[in-house]
């Protein structure tokens, strides 16, 4: 790998706060070998070679950090049925919902579900991201959700990215364990937990906190499993009501807690005590029409870094722009926008335990980047359908 100046851009390092981009030229960058080796004024040019911005906005690569990318057919008629007055609840009782992709999915082979997963996979390289996590739940057997994290893998080795997989077979009860949750922890969730893991395909464990899917109680031996692995936890926590996930989460030391509208300040305090990240994800937000904002100030207040993912799923937020994630987030929960930038940069990093590798620009840190024909970061966050990428760098290579 080649020794690499990057001169004449305008950096925004989002290295801690996110300063304003310095003037074109005042910084360089100096990569080597896939990772950022110096960051500063007129480094030195023995040997590397140069690569000209054009007076580019240079940021991290960006980092989508909770995805369900991976699955099979589509949802498209759920969305009539809720223009037709349906909520997302009924339809989930009613067999659609989780259910319906879990069949859609597990009729798909490895292949077949590696290829319909790629274009969602594809649309987020374009806009800038170079690491991406993706979540098992649409199988809800040990080996449907094991082939969802093998075709998650498989992505890794198709396209220039990091990917990040998550276990999430704690996502919805199955038909054939209806009533029997406690059951499906143990046979599917756990069990399944320790394959996956033996086959290298878990990096944290995921489950849905909610009404109508898993209690804490229910989530409480696959988390206990998780830790005793070494394998670090997330949770989907107060999306839909206040089930308690967040707390729970937080006495597990999770990586991320996601979605929290309902949360609330005594949330946010314990993850701030944990050091948990608040996952803030607008997409779903606003494809359930949902009023109740997350406690944005609670957070702040609490210093709980706040990150925005895209969520990429077939049912509640059929979203692949991270650009547009952040544009809701900024617009719908109104954070700044240096928020939404260090949400989808460093703080989508600390979400996926990948703070000191990727996610800021500065030395030791993996050479992953992104230019913009755009002067400033609030043009990134205020329009709409709009892609301003000029380059994706990753490992220190424009791909
Ligand atoms: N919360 C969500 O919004 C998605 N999963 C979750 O736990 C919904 C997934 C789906 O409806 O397919
Ligand atoms: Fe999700």
Known sequence: MTRTLWTNARIIPVDGAVAPASEPGALELLTDAGRIIAIGADLPRDGARVADCGGRLMTPALIDCHTHLVFGGDRAREFELRLEGASYEEIAKAGGGIKASMQATRALGPEALVAASLPRLDHLLAEGVSTVEIKSGYGLSVEAEMNMLRAARRLADLRRVRVCTTWLAAHALPPDYAGRAEDYIREVAIAGLEA???????????????????????????????????????????QLSHAGGTAFAARHGALSADHLEHATEADARAMAASGTVAVLLPGAFFTLRETVVPPVAAFRAAGVPMALATDCNPGTSPLSSILLAMNMGATLFRLTVPECLAAVTTHAARALGLGRETGRIAPGLSADLALWDVESPAQLVARMGFNPLHARIFKGEIV
Do not use: N, Q
């Not at 109508?212 to 499993?225: C, D, G, H, M, N």
């Not at 830790?227 to 107060?238: A, N």
């Open 196 to 238: 996956a893991h033996a086959e290298g395909l878990v990096d944290a464990v995921d489950g849905f906190c909610e009404g109508i899917a898993f209690s804490t109680a229910e989530l409480e031996p696959l988390y206990r499993r998780a830790r005793e692995l070494g394998i670090p936890v997330k949770i989907h926590s107060e």
